[in-house]
C-alpha cells in the first residue's frame, strides 16, 4: 500500500479490529501513506444511562453518558452519591466513599487511578464526572484496574459536566442514583 501511495494511488485503509481502544492500529493502516480510518463504537454497545432518583429537582433519566469497558457496569446498581473531589491518590477525599456511590471530578491524574482507589475505600459505583462542557467520553485504562474478566475495579460511568453540576449542587439532599 506505502507504494501505490508513492505512485499517486489515494490508499484508505482500517486501521485494525482491535475494538475501542486508543493506539491499536494494525497493518496495513500503520503505513505513513495511509489515510486509516476506524469505526469508534461497535454495533453492539449500549448505551447505560444514568438514573438519578431524588431529589425530584435533578431527578430523571439521563442518557449522554460513557461506560468504561475495564470498569464494566454489570447488573444495576443503586445508591447515595457522596463527592469525594479529585479522587487522585494525593488528594485528600471530601467525603468517605464507602457504601456509596462516589461521585469524581475528571482531570489531574489518570481515570484509572481514581476508579481504583475508589474502588478500594469500598464505593459500590464509580461516576466521573466531566470538568469541562461536551459529550461523555470513554476514558482509557492506564494500568491501575485489570481488564475483565479479572477487573476487581467497580462499576464506572462517565457524566456530562453539567449533570455533575447538578449532583454537586444537590449532594446534601441528598442524591441517590441507579446505574
Do not use: F, H
Not at 492500529?25 to 495511509?34: L, N
Not at 469524581?104 to 487511578?113: H, Q, W
Amino acid at each position: 500500500v506505502s507504494n501505490a501511495a508513492r505512485l499517486g494511488v489515494v490508499v484508505v485503509a482500517s486501521a485494525g479490529n482491535s475494538s475501542d481502544k486508543p493506539y491499536v492500529v494494525g497493518s496495513p493502516g500503520i503505513s505513513p501513506d495511509v489515510i486509516t480510518v476506524a469505526q469508534t463504537e461497535v454495533p453492539g454497545a449500549q448505551a447505560i444511562p444514568l438514573v438519578v432518583n431524588s431529589p425530584p429537582a435533578i431527578a430523571g433519566t439521563y442518557g449522554n453518558t460513557a461506560t468504561i469497558d475495564w470498569a464494566p457496569i454489570v447488573g444495576t446498581t443503586t445508591g447515595d452519591v457522596v463527592y469525594v473531589g479529585q479522587g487522585c491518590l494525593a488528594d485528600p477525599y471530601l467525603a468517605d466513599p464507602a457504601g456509596k456511590v462516589a461521585l469524581i471530578d475528571r482531570g489531574t491524574c489518570n481515570v484509572s487511578e481514581k476508579v481504583r482507589r475508589a474502588s478500594d475505600a469500598g464505593a459500590t459505583a464509580i461516576i466521573i464526572g466531566l470538568v469541562a462542557p461536551g459529550d461523555a467520553v470513554w476514558s482509557s485504562n492506564a494500568g491501575q484496574c485489570p481488564e475483565p474478566p479479572n477487573g476487581t475495579c467497580k462499576p464506572s460511568i462517565v457524566i456530562q459536566q453539567s449533570l455533575s453540576t447538578a449532583i454537586k449542587q444537590n449532594i446534601a439532599a441528598p442524591v441517590n442514583v441507579t446505574i
